[in-house]
């Protein structure tokens, strides 16, 4: 059974760093494509960081881009975004997609998603 769980949310002022984990198990890695989604709601899921290519690759939005951090540890199946500068903006819910592929324009298929941990930013 493939399980996927975040860990890393909560609450933090307008300037402060978060880091969030996903442990995902209960699956064959194939370990070339895997980051992080985030949603608020009334708006669509969108790719916050994403290791894509086998690890060689990198995608942030461009509203993080300079300030988050995406890594992967993978004798620990971990991932990891260390999230800096942080805003309010920033407030959402992450979700780790664990096994994902690369569409092009079309964005990204996920294999797996965690339940999500919540991120909120307080001016």
């Known amino acids: 059974q493939v399980h996927v769980v975040e860990s890393g949310g909560g609450s933090v002022q307008a300037g402060g760093s978060l880091r969030l984990s996903c442990v995902a198990s209960?699956?064959?890695?194939?370990?070339?494509?895997t980051g992080w989604f985030r949603q608020v709601p009334g708006k669509e899921r969108e790719a916050v960081a994403i290791i894509y290519g086998g690890g060689r690759y990198t995608h942030y939005h461009d509203s993080v881009e300079g300030r988050f951090t995406v890594s992967q540890d993978n004798a620990k199946n971990t991932l990891y975004l260390q999230m800096n500068s942080l805003k309010p903006e920033d407030t959402a819910t992450y979700y780790c997609a664990a096994e994902c592929t690369n569409l092009g324009a079309s964005g990204w298929y996920v294999d797996y998603w965690g339940q999500g941990t919540q991120v909120t930013v307080s001016s």
């Open positions: 209960g699956y064959t890695h194939r370990r070339q494509c």
